[in-house]
């Protein structure tokens, strides 16, 4: 049945991985696209990347972090999604390169997951570094083994890989290797950095941005940001951009504007639910 959910299984604290049934999408999405769910008929519409496609399916990997996706990540196997709109968003322009730098942080490793198996299948070079506060939240460490050709792990607590921030692995990288191009997925504050980064060191570097999204289609104008000094709509010309084009300080300030409804809205789902801690 389309939007079923196949299978689900938790990858971290508040971190889940589902397969969801829809033919439409395994058959035409691409690397760096993304779609747009509702849980239930009175749900809100969310933004999340395809992570990985199968026949009649595909992946997405949610972190719970508002009333939405506790939501997503609340449901189980056999539920059926209301609605699932997509692909969206332009693909990631892979092509060979030589050697790529790929930055991941939370569950933005997810959304790099497809991009760096559609490079590694154009023959580059992958030199991946993924992060998170501490070891349970660096994600699908396995299957990047399986693809990487230089691993670098980072944890704020040092509790796996080096004790730092991803930014640190990539001075790393490149003290060893001539980079082409890089890709850096994550928390919005940790893609400022590693595109102040790679401006420093004259690197192009693609970000996914995260900007909050309504219809997905280019109408709603949610999903503003500035880029090279141009108004872009991330859902229709991105989600990926030249990271040192961005400006981030926009971004972040426009990704706090509704705080206070959205902790309005999370208390009063917590006090219909209760405690989600054991998500
Ligand atoms: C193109 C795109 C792809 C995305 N892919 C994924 C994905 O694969 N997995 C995933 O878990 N999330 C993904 N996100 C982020 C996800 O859409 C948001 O976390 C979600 O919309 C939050 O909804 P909510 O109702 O749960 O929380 P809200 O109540 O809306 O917000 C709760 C908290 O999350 C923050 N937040 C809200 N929207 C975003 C956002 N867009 N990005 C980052 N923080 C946000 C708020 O500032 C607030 O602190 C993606 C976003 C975009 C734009
Ligand atoms: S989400 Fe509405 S214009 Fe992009």
């Known amino acids: 049945m389309k939007n079923r959910i196949i299978k689900k299984s938790r990858l971290a604290p508040q971190v889940y991985d589902f397969v969801i049934e829809n033919e439409q999408i395994a058959a035409k999405a691409r690397p760096g696209q993304f779609i747009v769910a509702r849980a239930h008929e009175k749900g809100e519409r969310i933004p999340l990347t395809i992570a990985d496609l199968y026949k009649d399916s595909f992946r997405m990997v949610v972190r719970g972090v508002g009333k939405t996706t506790y939501e997503l990540c609340m449901m189980n196997e056999n ?21 790529v730098m790929l930055v991941g942080g939370g569950v933005g490793i997810a959304t790099l997951l497809p991009i760096a198996k559609e490079l590694k299948k154009h023959g580059n070079k992958l030199h991946v570094i993924l992060g998170g506060r501490s070891k349970e939240y660096v994600i699908m460490l396995d299957e990047f083994e399986k693809i990487a050709d230089e691993l670098i792990i980072t944890t704020d ?88 084009k961005v400006d981030w300080d926009e971004l972040l300030v426009r990704l706090s504007q509704y705080r206070d409804e959205e902790e309005l809205s999370l208390r009063k789902f917590k006090e219909s639910v209760g405690d989600l801690s054991w998500l």
Not at 79 to 99: C, H, K, Q, R
Not at 173 to 189: F, R
């Open 79 to 99: 539920d059926v999604l209301s609605d699932v709109t997509g692909p969206l968003g332009n693909p990631s322009e892979i092509a060979y390169f030589g050697n």
């Open 157 to 244: 607590d040092g509790s796996f890989g080096i004790k730092g921030v991803v930014t640190d692995g990539m001075d790393l990288v490149m003290n060893k290797s001539k980079i082409e191009v890089a890709w850096a997925v994550g928390p919005t504050i940790m893609m400022k950095f590693c595109s102040l980064k790679a401006k420093e060191l004259g690197l192009k570097i693609w970000v996914s941005l995260n900007p909050i999204m309504v219809d997905g289609t280019g109408m709603c104008g949610a999903c503003r940001v500035t880029v090279d000094g141009q108004l872009k709509f991330a859902c229709v010309d991105g989600p990926e951009f030249d990271g040192t």
